[in-house]
C-alpha cells in the first residue's frame, strides 16, 4: 500500500488508459454540476435578497449573500427556495446526481493498485460509474436547464438539445470503449 505508481508495469495498460480518460471526463462533469448548482443558488438567492430589500445597491446585495456550501447543502437549499419550480421528480433526479457525483469524485476509479488490476474488476468498476454518470447526465440536465433560463431568460430551451444530453454525456465519456460497456451491462458476455 505504498505509492500509487510501481516499478511494476500495469497488467492492462489499454484498458487502464480508458478508464482514466473516462474517469478524468466524469469529473469534470461532476465539478460543472456542482459549480453550476452553486450559480443557481447564488442567483436565487441575489433575487430574494433584491425583493426584500429593493433599495439596496447591487453591491450590498452581493455582499449580504450567503457563502457557497457543499453540494448537499446546496441543493437542499436550492429545492426548497423561492425560486423554486423542481418538482419531486426533479429533486429525486437531483439527489441521485449529488450521489453520483459524489461516487465520481471519491470512487471513480477506485479500482486498487493499478499494476494488479485485472480487466474483469476493471470492467465491473466502469459498468459502476456508467451508472453514476447517467444518474448525473440527468441531474445535470435538469441544473443546465436552470442556468440557460438564468442565462437567456428570452431564449426558448433547446429541446433537442436537453432530449439527445444523456447520450451525449454517455457517449463522450465511455465511446472510446465502443460497445463493450454495452455488452458487459447486458450480461450477455457469450460472444
Not at 29 to 44: H, T, W, Y
Not at 63 to 71: A, D, I, V, W
Not at 147 to 170: N, Q, R, V, W
Request: glycine share 8%.
Amino acid at each position: 500500500m505504498s505509492w500509487s505508481l510501481s516499478r511494476l508495469k500495469p497488467r492492462e495498460p489499454e484498458l487502464l488508459d480508458a478508464t482514466f480518460l473516462s474517469a478524468g471526463r466524469a469529473l469534470y462533469l461532476a465539478n460543472a454540476f456542482e459549480s453550476k448548482c452553486q450559480f443557481v443558488l447564488r442567483i436565487s438567492n441575489l433575487i430574494a435578497v433584491v425583493q426584500d430589500d429593493p433599495v439596496l445597491s447591487l453591491q450590498e446585495a452581493i455582499s449580504s449573500l450567503p457563502g457557497e456550501k457543499m453540494l448537499g447543502p446546496t441543493l437542499k437549499e436550492l429545492t426548497q427556495h423561492a425560486l423554486g419550480g423542481f418538482n419531486s421528480e426533479d429533486i429525486d433526479v437531483l439527489d441521485k446526481a449529488r450521489k453520483a457525483r459524489n461516487f465520481i469524485a471519491h470512487e471513480g476509479v477506485a479500482i486498487g493498485a493499478m499494476w494488479a488490476a485485472r480487466s474483469n474488476q476493471i470492467l465491473d468498476h466502469m459498468l459502476r460509474l456508467r451508472a453514476a454518470v447517467t444518474d448525473l447526465a440527468h441531474g445535470d440536465n435538469i441544473i443546465s436547464q436552470w442556468c440557460h433560463g438564468i442565462e437567456e431568460p428570452k431564449g426558448p430551451l433547446p429541446s433537442f438539445f436537453i432530449e439527445a444530453y444523456p447520450t451525449m454525456i454517455d457517449n463522450w465519456v465511455f465511446g472510446h470503449f465502443g460497445e463493450l460497456l454495452d455488452v458487459l451491462g447486458s450480461g450477455d458476455s457469450s460472444d
